[in-house]
């Protein structure tokens, strides 16, 4: 009779970890998709000025994308668990079903293990993800921004507007048909030979076409004069001699392969610390530490072989030793202004060593700490994963409120909160304010006690978010008043 208890309690627990596992699963991936698209907005939103009218192929903007969607994974998977863990267990609490559990005999802490070791495993990727996918997708990421970036505009010849794209050459265009071929009032500046403007073609009509390969633009110029400047000629500083031929037709040809999006190599970035991994991050960190011990010790090396620092004078020499300073300056010595001069000079070479030294060695200093933050980077978004189910979990059960109302509310905030502790810790660690081990763990050192806290009041089913137990006690308050004044009446 006991063992068959036993093996129905087992099997019950299973049925419910299958189910609370079940139920967090879908609302996990439609938050973290949204939370993924939601990034992938602010970056577009942010870089959209550096994308439009460069003619960029759709593969090219495509491939773009892919490579830039691996850097907002961990930080999704931290929203995407937040989210679906208040709305989930939220829901769960507001169909009682939290309670239902409860009652089988299995505490809500229990009920968390399903859920809390899915989050662990989350938490495990997202580490190698970090490690070792996101380095190769931002080597790919990072070249090809750069070239899409620098990359000249689409060719556009606007009416009115001199074109300057196509190197060696100014355009100028009166107007333009409908048809997008015939042109009007044609002004073109020619720099290939010279830095100064040295041919210029004026034409009253032509037709404007490209190759089909978009290549090569033709244009075919009707009624118009060509200048050039002579100025192989030896009197042509003195007389400007110039050529003038006037033409029924021309045709000129311009090569827009320089418009086209040129690939720079990938070996250029590897330098940076966002495309490195966790060793060859902490190798760099050791380099740049032996990088400024030397640059302090060389700072030291050469202040002491310019400077002899003795002990302080004591108070009742003090003034004997201004005083034959000041008498053996007024000697009539003449080598007493020229030591003084050396001095000085001494001084201020020393100065403005030891202040180029000290800048040198601060922004090692500061490099150091960017290699240092990517590397508790790799550590603390997956954390994040961990101290916001911690926090999310218990709070949707307190909330017992699901779907997309409050909890998305409540998850929103959180994350800013965390979010914003981030990009603080972030920064006073790059300024140098704190080591990185505290900067960048100061979101987890908040947010960790409030996710224990919450976890405790929902183990005893608070009514922290109830109105109805705020409205109760507010009476119980204003009937104990009313109770000790009635005997005062």
């Known amino acids: 009779m006991g063992n068959s208890k036993i093996t129905s309690i087992v099997f019950g627990t299973k049925k419910i970890d299958v189910f609370i596992l079940r139920s967090f699963v879908g609302p996990f991936l439609v938050t973290f998709f949204i939370s993924t698209l939601f990034f992938l907005m602010q970056f577009l939103w942010k870089y959209i000025d550096d994308l439009v009218g460069k003619g960029l192929e759709w593969y090219v903007v495509t491939e773009l994308l892919f490579y830039c969607v691996p850097n907002f994974i961990p930080l999704s998977l931290a929203m995407g668990v937040l989210l679906s863990c208040i709305m989930v267990f939220g829901n769960l609490s507001e169909r009682y079903e939290l309670v239902s559990i409860k009652a089988a005999g299995v505490p809500l802490r229990r009920a968390l293990y399903p859920v809390a070791l899915f989050v662990a495993i989350l938490a495990a990727g997202s580490f190698l993800f970090g490690n070792y996918v996101i380095p190769a997708a931002n080597l790919k990421f990072f070249s090809l921004f750069w ?93 400007f001699m110039h050529n003038s031929m006037k033409f029924e037709r021309q045709e000129i040809v311009f090569d827009l392969s320089q418009l086209d999006l040129s690939r720079t190599a990938e070996d250029l970035f590897k330098g940076n610390q966002q495309l490195q991994s966790i060793g060859q991050l902490q190798q760099g960190i050791d380099s740049l530490q032996k990088k400024a011990d030397t640059l302090l010790l060389e700072m030291q090396t050469f202040v002491n072989a310019n400077y002899h620092i003795f002990d302080t004078l004591k108070p009742q020499y003090v003034e004997e030793y201004h005083k034959a300073t000041a008498e053996w300056k007024q000697k009539e010595n003449p080598n007493a202004n ?152």
């Not at 997309?404 to 929103?412: E, H, K, L, Q, R």
């Not at 009041?457 to 009937?479: H, Q």
Request: one cysteine or more; glycine letters at 6%.
């Open 147 to 239: 070239d899409v970036k620098n990359k000249k505009p689409a060719f556009d010849i606007r009416e009115g507007a001199f074109y300057n794209d196509i190197e060696g050459f100014s355009i100028k265009i009166g107007k333009k048909d409908k048809n997008g071929k015939d042109i009007y009032d044609i002004v073109i500046y020619d720099h290939t030979k010279e830095q100064a403007s040295t041919t210029v073609v004026l034409a009253e009509r032509g037709e404007m076409t490209r190759s089909e390969d978009k290549r090569f633009l033709y244009f075919t110029l009707i009624n118009g004069r060509r200048f050039e400047e002579m100025r192989d000629n030896p009197d042509y500083h003195r007389t």
């Open 338 to 489: 020229m030591v003084f001069s050396q001095a000085l000079n001494i001084a201020r070479t020393t100065k403005g060593t030891v202040e180029n030294s000290k800048k040198l060695h601060k922004d090692t200093l500061q490099k150091e700490a960017r290699y240092r933050i990517e590397w508790h980077k790799k550590f603390t978004l997956p954390v994040a994963c961990l101290v916001l189910f911690l926090i999310g979990a218990p709070l949707g059960a307190i909330v017992r409120k699901g779907g997309f109302g409050w909890p998305m509310v409540i998850a929103i905030l959180l994350f800013m909160v965390f979010y914003i502790l981030n990009i603080i810790g972030e920064k006073i660690t790059r300024e140098l304010v704190v080591p990185a081990s505290v900067g960048m763990w100061i979101a987890a050192a908040v947010l960790t006690p409030l996710g224990v806290w919450l976890a405790s009041k929902a183990s005893r089913d608070s009514s922290l978010f109830d109105p109805d137990a705020y409205i109760r006690g507010m009476r119980r308050i204003v009937s104990f008043g009313r109770k000790r004044k009635e005997p005062n009446q």
